[in-house]
């Protein structure tokens, strides 16, 4: 037993969940009664996102610790959430929000699941009443509230209701927490898009760049968010940072380009950056749609056409990419050969 066990933890700690259940499951059948057994087992298979498996597993874990089921409960209502079951989620759980809302601390997850499953029934005002007490000090209490406000919260003033409440407590120091809010609010623009959120996005992200931790992902959403506000130039020099930091990120490269090309930058420098997206992912054909973009504004229109072509090839299905080579095929004088091509806007 206690060389399955440890032989799972090992797996566990490494990231490779699978062969840890593996093991631990062959320690819950040889061992019927071992707690640690049956933990391992729901641990790694909560990993694994398999959720039917994980209650039935946590239901074992929960019959062996009969004396303290508190840490079963929470896999049983994690696992009860996954599968479509808030109701019963807050059932199993529920019985415990005195006990976590005291100790805040150490029960970061079980308050993630419990709020989500009061949100999926509708009780979100419960939710807010729950996690908002530990705002002011719980890190892990307002990742949750901002996932939750952009991800499951439906009404428009109930995320902002969130948001603005978890805003104040965020540390100016934490690089983590500010990127995560700056995404929050850029979220919102999104799905509120008159209601000033990006303001506030752009404030977040220009700060949380600043901050040390901030890696090329940071650079990009930042680059991405002012070069949707129309701010170019600094959109251009957060793209150019992001390729400082790691070069090979295809994705920064084909911005760039369009950025240039859209900008009036050196079009012979976007051709090369859409080039070298494409070189990296030649299956990509957004890219491969980038690339013909900026071949077209340098005058290469055949090499245009072709990579287009490639483009329709990979995503027959997309219509844009048979308007673009429709447009491009009439402007080459080469119009019956856009004949059949499906319509729709232009880009």
């Known amino acids: 037993l206690a060389l399955q066990t440890a032989a799972a933890e090992v797996y566990l700690r490494l990231n490779q969940p699978a062969p840890a259940a593996e ?8 061992f019927p009664d071992n707690v640690d057994a049956a933990k391992l ?21 929960r019959k062996r610790a009969a004396r303290d089921p ?8 994690q696992a009860q959430l996954r599968l479509g079951q808030p109701q019963n989620a807050i059932d199993t759980l529920a019985p415990y929000q005195q006990v976590v809302s005291r100790s805040p601390q150490t029960h970061g997850g079980f308050a993630a699941v419990f709020a989500e499953a009061l949100l999926r029934t509708g009780r979100t005002d419960q939710a807010f009443a729950f996690l908002q007490p530990a705002w002011p000090s719980q890190d892990d209490w307002r ?8 991800q499951v919260i439906e009404s428009p003033d109930a995320r902002r209701q969130w948001l603005e409440a978890i805003t104040p407590h965020v540390p100016s120091d934490s690089f983590t927490e500010r990127f995560a809010l700056a995404e929050a609010w850029w979220t919102l623009h999104w799905l509120a898009p008159d209601r000033g959120a990006d303001a506030v996005a752009l404030r ?11 890696g090329v992902m940071a650079h990009f959403l930042r680059a991405v968010m002012h ?69 077209e ?24 990419w048979k308007q673009r080579l429709a ?12 004949d059949g091509l499906s319509e729709a806007s232009p880009r």
């Open 297 to 320: 504004k340098a005058g290469n229109v055949e090499e245009a056409i072709a990579n287009l072509e490639i483009a329709i090839e990979l995503e027959p299905q997309n219509p844009m």
């Open 23 to 30: 093991l631990a499951q062959r320690a819950v059948i040889n």
């Open 70 to 77: 508190f840490p079963a409960d929470a896999m049983i209502g």
């Open 41 to 61: 087992l729901s641990v790694a298979l909560a990993d694994q996102g398999q959720w039917g498996r994980l209650f039935d597993a946590a239901q074992q874990w």
């Open 143 to 150: 990742l949750a509230g901002m996932r939750l406000a952009t």
């Open 327 to 338: 447009e491009l095929l009439k402007q080459s004088g080469s119009a019956a050969g856009g």
């Open 204 to 214: 977040l992200i220009d700060e949380a760049v600043q901050l040390p931790g901030a």
């Open 227 to 295: 070069e949707h506000a129309g701010d170019t130039d600094v959109a251009e020099a957060a793209y150019r940072r992001a390729l400082e930091l790691d070069p090979s990120v295809s994705v920064v490269r084909n911005n760039l380009a369009m950025l240039l090309a859209d900008a009036g930058g050196p079009v012979d420098e976007a051709v090369q950056l859409a080039r070298e997206a494409v070189n990296a992912e030649p299956n990509n054909a957004n890219y491969r749609d980038t690339l013909a973009y900026v071949q």
